[in-house]
Antibody, heavy 124, light 107 residues
Framework: EAQLVESGGGLVQPGRSLRLSCVAS????????VHWVRQAPGKGLEWVSG????????AYADSVKGRFTISRDNGNNSLYLQMNSLRSEDMALYFC?????????????????WGQGTMVTVSS | DIQMTQSPSSLSASVGDRVTITCRAS??????LSWYQQKPGKAPKLLIY???SLQSGVPSRFSGSGSGTDFTLTISSLQPEDFATYFC?????????FGGGTKVEIK
């Protein structure tokens, strides 16, 4: 069964760093773009960042640009999100999501598989 | 950035009702609009992509329409398992953006 499993969330103080991971299984990971989407408690969905199948295209939301870095390791079927200078407004459930299109650009696409999320709590 | 405005933000409906949710983009996004269903404590689930294409495994009572700036998600006959929150999402350009969500509740 194809799935995505996130890990790495936890409690962190403002200004500190955290690295999220997402491990894929059951599909050919290196054929698809993958994204991070977050959801603050009781709020809607916010796209955070995405990376194309070959890492040739990367994009970020304005709210995290310069603080977060997305990367992938196709050999280990893994997606990462390095989060630096964390703020209270970064507190959310972070989902990784698989793009639907085979070797497609970051845009013109939809997310057809999601993980269950990993919670990031930013508090002193 | 492209803003996505969903309406209504919530609605109450009965089993068997026809339900329509709208999503408006702040600029044309062609057909690059998808719809997701999210139940409490769960990850979102893709229902519709490219404005009107039904994702595999999704019941045919769900349908999508529209292009440019105005889009609609329709549930032809609401079922008990359809009570959830629905989000639209544009993938025309980065940064990708979501609508604020529509919570469908039991009347």
């Amino acid at each position: 069964e194809a799935q995505l499993v996130e890990s790495g969330g936890g409690l962190v103080q403002p200004g500190r760093s955290l690295r999220l991971s997402c491990v894929a299984s059951g599909f050919t990971f290196d054929d698809y773009g993958v994204h991070w989407v977050r959801q603050a408690p009781g709020k809607g969905l916010e796209w955070v960042s995405g990376i194309s199948w070959n890492s040739g295209s990367i994009a970020y939301a304005d709210s995290v640009k310069g603080r977060f870095t997305i990367s992938r390791d196709n050999g280990n079927n893994s997606l990462y999100l390095q989060m630096n200078s964390l703020r209270s407004e970064d507190m959310a459930l972070y989902f990784c999501a698989k793009a639907r299109g085979y070797k497609w650009p970051l845009y013109y696409d939809a997310f057809d598989m999601w993980g269950q999320g990993t919670m990031v709590t930013v508090s002193s | 950035d492209i803003q996505m405005t969903q309406s209504p933000s919530s609605l109450s409906a009965s089993v068997g009702d026809r339900v329509t949710i709208t999503c408006r983009a702040s600029q044309s996004i062609d057909i690059y609009l998808s719809w997701y269903q999210q139940k409490p404590g769960k990850a979102p689930k893709l229902l519709i992509y490219s404005a009107s294409s039904l994702q595999s495994g999704v019941p045919s009572r769900f349908s999508g329409s529209g292009s440019g700036t105005d889009f609609t998600l329709t549930i032809s006959s609401l079922q008990p398992e359809d009570f959830a929150t629905y989000f639209c999402h544009q993938s025309f350009s980065t940064p990708l953006t979501f609508g604020g969500g529509t919570k469908v509740e039991i009347k």
